[in-house]
Protein backbone atom coordinates (compact mmCIF):
# COMPACT_ATOMS: atom_id res chain seq x y z
CA UNK A 1 0.00 0.00 0.00
CA UNK A 2 2.92 2.31 0.90
CA UNK A 3 4.58 2.10 -1.88
CA UNK A 4 1.42 2.47 -4.29
CA UNK A 5 0.55 5.59 -2.42
CA UNK A 6 4.14 6.67 -3.13
CA UNK A 7 3.83 5.71 -7.35
CA UNK A 8 1.09 8.09 -7.13
CA UNK A 9 1.98 10.77 -5.74
CA UNK A 10 5.42 10.57 -7.28
CA UNK A 11 3.46 10.28 -10.72
CA UNK A 12 1.21 13.55 -10.38
CA UNK A 13 3.88 15.59 -8.38
CA UNK A 14 6.15 14.43 -11.76
CA UNK A 15 3.18 15.41 -14.28
CA UNK A 16 2.41 19.02 -12.58
CA UNK A 17 6.47 19.42 -13.00
CA UNK A 18 5.77 18.47 -16.90
CA UNK A 19 3.16 20.88 -17.73
CA UNK A 20 4.50 23.82 -15.15
CA UNK A 21 6.79 25.47 -17.67
CA UNK A 22 4.93 25.18 -21.00
CA UNK A 23 1.70 26.23 -18.87
CA UNK A 24 3.96 29.42 -17.39
CA UNK A 25 5.17 30.07 -21.16
CA UNK A 26 2.11 30.10 -22.43
CA UNK A 27 0.24 32.79 -19.63
CA UNK A 28 3.29 34.75 -20.45
CA UNK A 29 3.29 35.03 -23.82
CA UNK A 30 -0.04 35.66 -23.69
CA UNK A 31 0.26 38.56 -21.66
CA UNK A 32 2.93 40.14 -23.53
CA UNK A 33 0.87 39.82 -26.56
CA UNK A 34 -1.90 41.50 -24.23
CA UNK A 35 0.15 44.41 -23.56
CA UNK A 36 1.62 45.01 -26.85
CA UNK A 37 -2.07 44.88 -28.18
CA UNK A 38 -3.91 46.98 -25.88
CA UNK A 39 -0.18 49.33 -25.12
CA UNK A 40 -0.26 49.81 -29.67
CA UNK A 41 -3.75 51.19 -29.11
CA UNK A 42 -2.88 53.68 -26.64
CA UNK A 43 0.50 54.46 -28.45
CA UNK A 44 -1.48 54.85 -31.66
CA UNK A 45 -3.73 57.20 -29.53
CA UNK A 46 -1.10 59.27 -28.04
CA UNK A 47 -1.81 58.81 -24.76
CA UNK A 48 1.13 56.38 -23.72
CA UNK A 49 4.47 56.35 -24.51
CA UNK A 50 6.57 53.24 -25.79
CA UNK A 51 8.61 53.13 -22.91
CA UNK A 52 5.40 53.38 -20.58
CA UNK A 53 4.77 50.01 -21.81
CA UNK A 54 7.59 48.66 -22.63
CA UNK A 55 8.22 48.67 -18.57
CA UNK A 56 4.84 47.66 -18.13
CA UNK A 57 5.74 44.52 -20.09
CA UNK A 58 8.93 43.70 -17.73
CA UNK A 59 7.32 44.07 -14.51
CA UNK A 60 4.78 41.71 -15.75
CA UNK A 61 7.17 39.19 -16.84
CA UNK A 62 8.74 39.32 -13.20
CA UNK A 63 5.84 39.23 -11.35
CA UNK A 64 4.74 35.63 -13.39
CA UNK A 65 8.03 34.50 -12.88
CA UNK A 66 8.29 34.84 -9.04
CA UNK A 67 5.00 33.25 -9.10
CA UNK A 68 6.84 30.43 -11.33
CA UNK A 69 9.33 29.96 -8.99
CA UNK A 70 6.96 29.67 -5.95
CA UNK A 71 4.99 27.13 -7.69
CA UNK A 72 7.93 25.30 -7.81
CA UNK A 73 9.63 26.03 -4.14
CA UNK A 74 6.03 24.63 -3.52
CA UNK A 75 7.22 21.27 -4.91
CA UNK A 76 10.90 20.99 -4.22
CA UNK A 77 10.17 22.50 -0.22
CA UNK A 78 8.84 19.17 1.11
CA UNK A 79 11.24 17.14 -0.68
CA UNK A 80 14.04 19.28 1.26
CA UNK A 81 12.42 18.76 4.23
CA UNK A 82 12.19 15.13 4.23
CA UNK A 83 15.71 15.14 2.96
CA UNK A 84 16.77 17.29 5.78
CA UNK A 85 14.82 14.66 8.52
CA UNK A 86 16.58 11.81 7.42
CA UNK A 87 19.98 13.90 6.89
CA UNK A 88 19.61 14.74 10.54
CA UNK A 89 18.25 11.47 11.78
CA UNK A 90 22.20 9.80 10.64
CA UNK A 91 23.83 12.82 12.33
CA UNK A 92 21.75 12.30 15.26
CA UNK A 93 22.62 8.40 15.53
CA UNK A 94 24.67 7.55 18.12
CA UNK A 95 27.53 4.59 17.58
CA UNK A 96 26.65 0.72 18.96
CA UNK A 97 30.14 0.12 19.43
CA UNK A 98 32.11 2.64 21.11
CA UNK A 99 34.85 2.57 23.84
CA UNK A 100 35.03 1.61 27.15
CA UNK A 101 35.81 4.71 29.73
CA UNK A 102 39.20 3.20 30.21
CA UNK A 103 40.50 1.28 27.16
CA UNK A 104 43.95 -0.64 27.64
CA UNK A 105 46.92 -0.04 26.17
CA UNK A 106 48.56 -1.88 23.78
CA UNK A 107 52.34 -2.57 25.05
CA UNK A 108 53.48 -5.25 22.50
CA UNK A 109 52.96 -4.75 18.52
CA UNK A 110 53.58 -8.12 16.77
CA UNK A 111 49.69 -8.63 15.39
CA UNK A 112 49.15 -11.89 16.41
CA UNK A 113 45.27 -12.09 16.04
CA UNK A 114 42.98 -14.24 17.56
CA UNK A 115 39.32 -16.00 17.17
CA UNK A 116 38.03 -17.86 20.36
CA UNK A 117 35.21 -19.39 19.28
CA UNK A 118 33.66 -16.25 17.85
CA UNK A 119 29.87 -16.28 17.29
CA UNK A 120 28.22 -12.97 15.34
CA UNK A 121 24.73 -12.19 14.37
CA UNK A 122 23.47 -8.66 12.87
CA UNK A 123 21.52 -6.14 14.75
CA UNK A 124 17.95 -7.25 14.50
CA UNK A 125 18.45 -11.07 13.06
CA UNK A 126 17.40 -13.76 14.78
CA UNK A 127 20.24 -16.30 13.79
CA UNK A 128 23.22 -16.09 13.73
CA UNK A 129 25.97 -15.68 10.74
CA UNK A 130 28.95 -16.69 12.03
CA UNK A 131 29.52 -19.84 14.51
CA UNK A 132 32.35 -20.82 16.63
CA UNK A 133 34.75 -19.11 14.68
CA UNK A 134 38.69 -20.53 16.41
CA UNK A 135 41.45 -19.70 15.01
CA UNK A 136 44.57 -17.86 15.38
CA UNK A 137 46.15 -15.58 12.40
CA UNK A 138 50.66 -15.43 13.26
CA UNK A 139 52.32 -12.64 12.29
CA UNK A 140 55.19 -12.93 9.37
CA UNK A 141 52.47 -15.73 7.90
CA UNK A 142 49.14 -15.56 5.60
CA UNK A 143 46.06 -16.73 6.83
CA UNK A 144 43.52 -16.90 3.47
CA UNK A 145 39.72 -17.29 3.81
CA UNK A 146 37.90 -19.31 0.98
CA UNK A 147 34.23 -20.10 0.57
CA UNK A 148 30.94 -19.83 -1.20
CA UNK A 149 29.49 -16.55 -1.56
CA UNK A 150 27.09 -15.53 1.38
CA UNK A 151 29.18 -17.74 3.47
CA UNK A 152 30.37 -15.17 6.33
CA UNK A 153 34.01 -14.28 4.60
CA UNK A 154 33.76 -10.50 4.70
CA UNK A 155 31.81 -10.42 7.79
CA UNK A 156 34.68 -12.23 9.64
CA UNK A 157 37.22 -9.92 8.89
CA UNK A 158 34.96 -6.97 9.63
CA UNK A 159 35.20 -8.04 12.85
CA UNK A 160 38.39 -7.24 13.53
CA UNK A 161 38.64 -3.43 12.80
CA UNK A 162 35.33 -3.35 15.07
CA UNK A 163 33.29 -2.70 12.54
CA UNK A 164 31.02 -4.73 14.07
CA UNK A 165 31.16 -6.50 17.54
CA UNK A 166 30.95 -9.96 18.52
CA UNK A 167 27.94 -11.54 19.87
CA UNK A 168 29.60 -14.07 21.86
CA UNK A 169 33.50 -15.18 22.44
CA UNK A 170 36.26 -12.76 21.91
CA UNK A 171 38.75 -11.61 19.43
CA UNK A 172 42.40 -10.85 20.90
CA UNK A 173 45.02 -8.73 19.32
CA UNK A 174 48.66 -9.68 20.66
CA UNK A 175 46.53 -11.42 23.84
CA UNK A 176 44.08 -8.18 24.05
CA UNK A 177 40.28 -8.21 23.82
CA UNK A 178 39.73 -5.82 21.15
CA UNK A 179 36.70 -4.52 22.86
CA UNK A 180 38.76 -2.88 25.77
CA UNK A 181 41.43 -1.52 23.11
CA UNK A 182 40.79 2.29 22.07
CA UNK A 183 39.28 2.00 18.83
CA UNK A 184 42.06 4.51 17.02
CA UNK A 185 44.94 2.10 18.78
CA UNK A 186 43.13 -0.93 17.02
CA UNK A 187 42.28 0.48 13.76
CA UNK A 188 46.15 1.75 14.01
CA UNK A 189 47.56 -1.16 13.36
CA UNK A 190 45.55 -2.97 10.76
CA UNK A 191 45.85 -2.13 6.77
CA UNK A 192 42.45 -2.52 5.51
CA UNK A 193 41.53 -3.08 1.51
CA UNK A 194 37.73 -3.88 1.24
CA UNK A 195 36.45 -5.52 -1.74
CA UNK A 196 35.88 -2.70 -3.80
CA UNK A 197 38.56 -0.18 -3.80
CA UNK A 198 37.61 3.74 -2.67
CA UNK A 199 40.24 6.45 -3.94
CA UNK A 200 39.68 10.28 -2.65
CA UNK A 201 40.01 12.88 -5.39
CA UNK A 202 43.75 14.44 -5.15
CA UNK A 203 46.90 12.88 -6.63
CA UNK A 204 48.02 9.59 -6.48
CA UNK A 205 50.40 10.51 -3.93
CA UNK A 206 48.36 12.22 -1.33
CA UNK A 207 45.82 9.18 -2.06
CA UNK A 208 49.31 6.37 -1.02
CA UNK A 209 49.37 8.88 2.37
CA UNK A 210 45.77 8.71 3.15
CA UNK A 211 47.01 6.04 5.99
CA UNK A 212 50.33 7.61 6.84
CA UNK A 213 50.11 11.53 6.26
CA UNK A 214 53.81 11.25 6.94
CA UNK A 215 55.42 8.60 4.79
CA UNK A 216 58.33 9.73 2.48
CA UNK A 217 58.58 9.56 -1.02
CA UNK A 218 60.41 5.87 -0.78
CA UNK A 219 58.05 4.80 1.29
CA UNK A 220 55.08 5.43 -1.12
CA UNK A 221 56.85 4.33 -4.05
CA UNK A 222 57.73 0.72 -2.12
CA UNK A 223 54.25 0.37 -1.51
CA UNK A 224 53.54 1.04 -4.60
CA UNK A 225 56.17 -1.20 -6.42
CA UNK A 226 54.79 -4.14 -3.83
CA UNK A 227 51.31 -3.60 -5.30
CA UNK A 228 52.43 -3.66 -8.63
CA UNK A 229 51.51 -0.31 -9.42
CA UNK A 230 54.66 0.88 -10.73
CA UNK A 231 53.66 -0.06 -14.25
CA UNK A 232 51.21 2.73 -14.73
CA UNK A 233 52.27 5.04 -12.49
CA UNK A 234 55.48 5.09 -14.10
CA UNK A 235 53.88 6.00 -17.87
CA UNK A 236 52.47 8.97 -16.46
CA UNK A 237 53.27 12.30 -17.05
CA UNK A 238 53.12 13.25 -13.64
CA UNK A 239 53.45 10.21 -11.67
CA UNK A 240 52.72 10.35 -8.27
CA UNK A 241 51.26 14.17 -8.62
CA UNK A 242 48.74 12.35 -11.24
CA UNK A 243 45.51 13.67 -10.36
CA UNK A 244 42.68 11.20 -9.30
CA UNK A 245 39.30 11.89 -9.66
CA UNK A 246 36.85 11.26 -6.83
CA UNK A 247 35.90 7.73 -6.39
CA UNK A 248 39.13 6.93 -8.43
CA UNK A 249 36.51 7.21 -11.91
CA UNK A 250 39.53 8.14 -14.02
CA UNK A 251 41.69 4.59 -13.44
CA UNK A 252 40.30 1.04 -14.19
CA UNK A 253 39.53 -1.37 -11.43
CA UNK A 254 42.38 -2.97 -11.26
CA UNK A 255 44.68 0.05 -11.21
CA UNK A 256 41.94 1.19 -8.42
CA UNK A 257 42.52 -2.00 -6.42
CA UNK A 258 46.69 -1.73 -6.65
CA UNK A 259 46.56 1.76 -5.52
CA UNK A 260 44.06 0.77 -2.49
CA UNK A 261 46.45 -2.12 -1.58
CA UNK A 262 49.61 -0.09 -1.66
CA UNK A 263 47.80 2.22 0.06
CA UNK A 264 47.38 -0.04 3.25
CA UNK A 265 51.11 -1.35 2.70
CA UNK A 266 52.67 2.76 2.80
CA UNK A 267 51.22 2.84 6.30
CA UNK A 268 53.32 -0.39 7.52
CA UNK A 269 50.61 -2.07 9.63
CA UNK A 270 50.72 -4.71 11.95
CA UNK A 271 47.76 -6.48 10.28
CA UNK A 272 47.01 -6.80 6.47
CA UNK A 273 43.79 -7.55 5.33
CA UNK A 274 42.68 -7.99 1.94
CA UNK A 275 39.21 -8.57 1.21
CA UNK A 276 38.56 -10.54 -2.12
CA UNK A 277 41.03 -7.27 -3.15
CA UNK A 278 42.85 -9.17 -5.91
CA UNK A 279 39.62 -9.83 -7.90
CA UNK A 280 39.80 -7.42 -10.79
CA UNK A 281 43.53 -8.26 -11.08
CA UNK A 282 44.66 -10.49 -13.85
CA UNK A 283 46.62 -13.50 -12.89
CA UNK A 284 49.77 -12.07 -13.84
CA UNK A 285 49.32 -9.40 -11.96
CA UNK A 286 48.37 -11.29 -9.11
CA UNK A 287 50.65 -13.49 -8.68
CA UNK A 288 53.40 -10.90 -8.70
CA UNK A 289 51.63 -9.38 -5.90
CA UNK A 290 51.43 -12.12 -3.73
CA UNK A 291 55.11 -13.06 -4.58
CA UNK A 292 56.31 -9.42 -3.53
CA UNK A 293 54.11 -9.31 -0.62
CA UNK A 294 55.69 -12.31 0.91
CA UNK A 295 59.02 -10.86 0.23
CA UNK A 296 58.74 -7.42 1.54
CA UNK A 297 56.21 -7.81 4.00
CA UNK A 298 57.37 -10.36 6.06
CA UNK A 299 56.57 -9.62 9.77
CA UNK A 300 52.77 -8.64 9.43
CA UNK A 301 49.74 -11.05 9.53
CA UNK A 302 48.16 -10.95 6.28
CA UNK A 303 44.55 -12.04 6.17
CA UNK A 304 43.19 -12.77 2.02
CA UNK A 305 39.50 -13.41 1.37
CA UNK A 306 40.04 -14.76 -1.58
CA UNK A 307 37.67 -16.75 -4.10
CA UNK A 308 39.90 -18.09 -6.55
CA UNK A 309 42.29 -20.84 -5.36
CA UNK A 310 45.25 -19.46 -7.22
CA UNK A 311 45.44 -16.62 -5.26
CA UNK A 312 45.89 -18.54 -1.90
CA UNK A 313 47.63 -21.55 -2.93
CA UNK A 314 51.01 -20.81 -0.56
CA UNK A 315 49.22 -19.87 2.22
CA UNK A 316 50.48 -21.47 5.50
CA UNK A 317 46.71 -21.61 6.84
CA UNK A 318 44.03 -21.89 4.84
CA UNK A 319 40.53 -21.34 6.09
CA UNK A 320 37.48 -22.85 4.55
CA UNK A 321 34.28 -21.33 5.60
CA UNK A 322 30.62 -22.81 4.89
CA UNK A 323 26.92 -21.51 5.99
CA UNK A 324 29.29 -19.66 8.64
CA UNK A 325 31.45 -22.12 9.97
CA UNK A 326 34.85 -23.26 9.59
CA UNK A 327 34.31 -26.76 7.67
CA UNK A 328 38.63 -27.00 7.12
CA UNK A 329 41.87 -25.65 8.07
CA UNK A 330 45.38 -26.01 7.24
CA UNK A 331 47.59 -25.96 3.67
CA UNK A 332 45.91 -26.20 0.27
CA UNK A 333 47.40 -30.24 0.02
CA UNK A 334 46.05 -30.87 3.46
CA UNK A 335 42.62 -29.71 2.53
CA UNK A 336 42.30 -31.53 -0.69
CA UNK A 337 42.95 -34.14 0.79
CA UNK A 338 41.05 -33.82 3.68
CA UNK A 339 38.35 -30.84 2.98
CA UNK A 340 35.29 -31.91 1.22
CA UNK A 341 34.11 -28.42 0.37
CA UNK A 342 37.45 -27.12 -0.60
CA UNK A 343 37.92 -30.24 -2.64
CA UNK A 344 34.71 -28.99 -4.46
CA UNK A 345 36.00 -25.34 -4.88
CA UNK A 346 39.06 -26.81 -6.31
CA UNK A 347 36.76 -29.13 -8.63
CA UNK A 348 34.54 -26.46 -10.15
CA UNK A 349 37.43 -23.85 -10.83
CA UNK A 350 39.37 -26.91 -12.22
CA UNK A 351 42.36 -24.59 -11.70
CA UNK A 352 44.26 -28.12 -13.25
CA UNK A 353 46.63 -29.21 -10.00
CA UNK A 354 46.48 -32.74 -10.75
CA UNK A 355 47.05 -31.97 -14.97
CA UNK A 356 50.17 -30.03 -13.74
CA UNK A 357 50.99 -33.61 -12.07
CA UNK A 358 50.46 -35.20 -15.21
CA UNK A 359 52.06 -33.14 -17.63
CA UNK A 360 54.89 -32.53 -15.43
CA UNK A 361 55.65 -36.42 -15.29
CA UNK A 362 54.94 -36.44 -18.76
CA UNK A 363 57.52 -33.66 -19.88
CA UNK A 364 60.33 -35.66 -17.59
CA UNK A 365 60.03 -38.48 -18.99
CA UNK A 366 60.87 -37.32 -22.51
CA UNK A 367 63.22 -34.94 -21.66
CA UNK A 368 61.43 -31.70 -22.86
CA UNK A 369 60.94 -28.40 -21.25
CA UNK A 370 58.20 -27.71 -18.69
CA UNK A 371 55.30 -25.55 -20.06
CA UNK A 372 54.15 -22.70 -18.00
CA UNK A 373 50.59 -22.18 -18.98
CA UNK A 374 48.65 -18.97 -18.33
CA UNK A 375 45.58 -16.98 -18.43
CA UNK A 376 45.43 -13.18 -19.83
CA UNK A 377 41.74 -12.45 -20.38
CA UNK A 378 42.23 -9.57 -22.26
CA UNK A 379 44.79 -11.53 -24.65
CA UNK A 380 43.96 -14.70 -27.16
CA UNK A 381 48.08 -15.14 -26.18
CA UNK A 382 47.41 -17.55 -23.00
CA UNK A 383 48.99 -20.34 -23.70
CA UNK A 384 53.30 -20.53 -23.84
CA UNK A 385 56.13 -22.23 -23.51
CA UNK A 386 59.21 -21.65 -21.24
CA UNK A 387 62.81 -22.49 -21.15
CA UNK A 388 63.65 -25.59 -18.88
CA UNK A 389 63.89 -24.92 -15.95
CA UNK A 390 61.10 -22.87 -15.78
CA UNK A 391 58.69 -23.25 -12.65
CA UNK A 392 54.87 -24.52 -13.75
CA UNK A 393 51.30 -22.46 -13.22
CA UNK A 394 48.56 -23.43 -14.21
CA UNK A 395 45.19 -21.62 -14.49
CA UNK A 396 41.81 -22.42 -16.46
CA UNK A 397 41.06 -19.82 -19.16
CA UNK A 398 39.41 -22.24 -21.08
CA UNK A 399 38.05 -26.03 -20.93
CA UNK A 400 40.37 -28.36 -19.59
CA UNK A 401 40.22 -31.07 -22.69
CA UNK A 402 41.09 -27.90 -24.57
CA UNK A 403 44.01 -27.03 -22.60
CA UNK A 404 45.30 -30.27 -21.95
CA UNK A 405 45.42 -30.31 -26.32
CA UNK A 406 47.03 -27.20 -26.39
CA UNK A 407 49.34 -27.94 -24.11
CA UNK A 408 50.31 -31.40 -25.56
CA UNK A 409 50.58 -29.62 -28.72
CA UNK A 410 53.47 -27.59 -27.07
CA UNK A 411 54.93 -30.41 -25.63
CA UNK A 412 54.86 -32.44 -29.26
CA UNK A 413 56.42 -29.16 -30.29
CA UNK A 414 59.03 -28.40 -28.08
CA UNK A 415 59.80 -32.19 -28.54
CA UNK A 416 60.70 -31.60 -32.15
CA UNK A 417 62.24 -28.94 -31.40
CA UNK A 418 64.79 -30.16 -28.72
CA UNK A 419 66.48 -32.10 -31.47
CA UNK A 420 67.46 -29.52 -33.52
CA UNK A 421 70.60 -28.64 -32.16
CA UNK A 422 72.71 -25.82 -35.11
CA UNK A 423 71.33 -24.37 -38.15
CA UNK A 424 72.58 -22.18 -40.60
CA UNK A 425 70.74 -20.83 -43.85
CA UNK A 426 73.10 -18.36 -45.71
CA UNK A 427 73.70 -15.61 -43.17
CA UNK A 428 71.87 -16.80 -40.61
CA UNK A 429 73.17 -19.32 -37.92
CA UNK A 430 71.15 -20.69 -35.13
CA UNK A 431 72.16 -22.50 -31.91
CA UNK A 432 69.45 -23.58 -30.32
CA UNK A 433 71.28 -25.53 -27.20
CA UNK A 434 72.59 -21.97 -26.51
CA UNK A 435 69.72 -20.15 -28.06
CA UNK A 436 71.42 -17.99 -29.63
CA UNK A 437 71.10 -16.56 -32.75
CA UNK A 438 74.02 -14.99 -35.24
CA UNK A 439 73.58 -13.09 -38.35
CA UNK A 440 77.37 -12.66 -40.49
CA UNK A 441 78.57 -13.41 -37.13
CA UNK A 442 77.03 -10.91 -35.11
CA UNK A 443 74.28 -11.58 -32.32
CA UNK A 444 71.16 -10.30 -32.16
CA UNK A 445 68.58 -10.23 -29.64
CA UNK A 446 64.87 -11.32 -30.34
CA UNK A 447 61.69 -12.50 -28.14
CA UNK A 448 60.64 -15.41 -27.44
CA UNK A 449 58.07 -16.07 -30.20
CA UNK A 450 60.46 -14.26 -32.77
CA UNK A 451 63.45 -16.95 -31.25
CA UNK A 452 60.75 -19.90 -32.12
CA UNK A 453 59.19 -18.81 -35.56
CA UNK A 454 62.88 -18.07 -36.70
CA UNK A 455 63.42 -21.89 -35.87
CA UNK A 456 60.41 -22.90 -37.80
CA UNK A 457 61.19 -21.33 -40.95
CA UNK A 458 64.86 -22.45 -40.79
CA UNK A 459 63.84 -26.14 -39.91
CA UNK A 460 61.80 -25.64 -43.47
CA UNK A 461 63.70 -23.66 -45.27
CA UNK A 462 62.36 -23.94 -48.67
CA UNK A 463 58.64 -24.97 -47.80
CA UNK A 464 56.00 -22.57 -47.53
CA UNK A 465 54.40 -23.17 -44.55
CA UNK A 466 51.18 -22.03 -44.33
CA UNK A 467 49.69 -19.38 -41.53
CA UNK A 468 47.48 -22.43 -39.71
CA UNK A 469 50.64 -24.22 -38.92
CA UNK A 470 52.51 -21.81 -38.14
CA UNK A 471 50.17 -20.62 -35.44
CA UNK A 472 49.40 -23.63 -33.86
CA UNK A 473 53.07 -24.72 -33.45
CA UNK A 474 54.07 -21.44 -32.17
CA UNK A 475 51.33 -20.22 -29.93
CA UNK A 476 49.70 -23.88 -29.15
CA UNK A 477 46.11 -22.66 -30.62
CA UNK A 478 44.08 -20.95 -33.97
CA UNK A 479 43.83 -17.21 -33.55
CA UNK A 480 40.68 -17.63 -35.41
CA UNK A 481 41.74 -14.63 -37.90
CA UNK A 482 43.84 -12.95 -35.55
CA UNK A 483 46.35 -13.44 -38.38
CA UNK A 484 47.78 -9.89 -37.87
CA UNK A 485 49.45 -10.68 -35.06
CA UNK A 486 51.61 -12.98 -36.87
CA UNK A 487 52.34 -10.65 -39.73
CA UNK A 488 53.41 -8.18 -37.10
CA UNK A 489 56.07 -10.90 -35.56
CA UNK A 490 57.39 -11.40 -38.97
CA UNK A 491 57.61 -7.97 -39.91
CA UNK A 492 59.48 -7.49 -36.53
CA UNK A 493 61.52 -10.39 -37.42
CA UNK A 494 62.72 -8.87 -40.82
CA UNK A 495 63.54 -5.92 -39.90
CA UNK A 496 66.07 -7.31 -36.70
CA UNK A 497 67.76 -9.59 -39.61
CA UNK A 498 68.66 -6.63 -41.65
CA UNK A 499 69.33 -7.44 -45.37
CA UNK A 500 69.03 -11.63 -44.31
CA UNK A 501 65.95 -10.78 -43.52
CA UNK A 502 64.75 -9.99 -46.75
CA UNK A 503 65.29 -14.20 -47.35
CA UNK A 504 61.99 -14.53 -45.56
CA UNK A 505 58.99 -14.60 -48.19
CA UNK A 506 55.29 -13.82 -48.02
CA UNK A 507 53.16 -16.29 -50.04
CA UNK A 508 49.94 -14.57 -50.25
CA UNK A 509 47.11 -16.10 -48.72
CA UNK A 510 48.86 -18.67 -47.97
CA UNK A 511 51.87 -17.86 -45.51
CA UNK A 512 55.65 -17.50 -45.03
CA UNK A 513 59.02 -19.49 -46.56
CA UNK A 514 62.58 -18.35 -46.08
CA UNK A 515 64.35 -19.21 -49.22
CA UNK A 516 67.39 -21.13 -49.12
Given amino acids: VANKNLTKTMLFTNRVMTFMMPGMMMIMNVLTVGIVWFGAKKIDAGSMQVGA??????????????FLMLTMMSIMLPRAAVAAERID???????????????????????????????????????????????????????AIIGSTGCGKSTLVNLIPRLYDVTD??????????????????????????????????????????????ATEEEIERAADIAQATEFIDVKEERYDSAIAQGGSNV?????????????????????????SFSALDLKTDAALRGALSENVTDSTIIIVAQRISTILHAEQILVLDEGRIVGKG?????LEHCEVYRQIAESQEDGLSIVKKLRQWAESRYV???????????LDRVKGLDRGADDYLTKPFGVMELISRVKALLRRSMQNHEIKQMKVGEIELNDEKRQVKVSGEPI?????????????????????????????????DYEGESRTLDMHIKTLR??????????????????????
Avoid at 262 to 275: E, Q
Avoid at 369 to 379: F, H, L, N, R, S
Fill in 445 to 477: TLTYKEYELLKMLMSNTGIVLQREDIMVRIWGM
Fill in 331 to 335: THEEL
Fill in 495 to 516: HKLGDAGKKIRTVRNVGYQLEE
Fill in 89 to 143: EVIQTESSIVDIDEPETLTTHNGRIAFEHVCFRYPGATEDVLHDIDFVAEPGKTT
Fill in 369 to 379: PIIMVTAKTTE
Fill in 252 to 276: SGGQKQRLAIARAIAKNPKICIFDD
Fill in 169 to 214: GKITLDGKDIRRIAMSDLREEIGYVPQKGILFSGTIASNLRFGKGD
Fill in 53 to 66: MTAFITYAMMIVMS
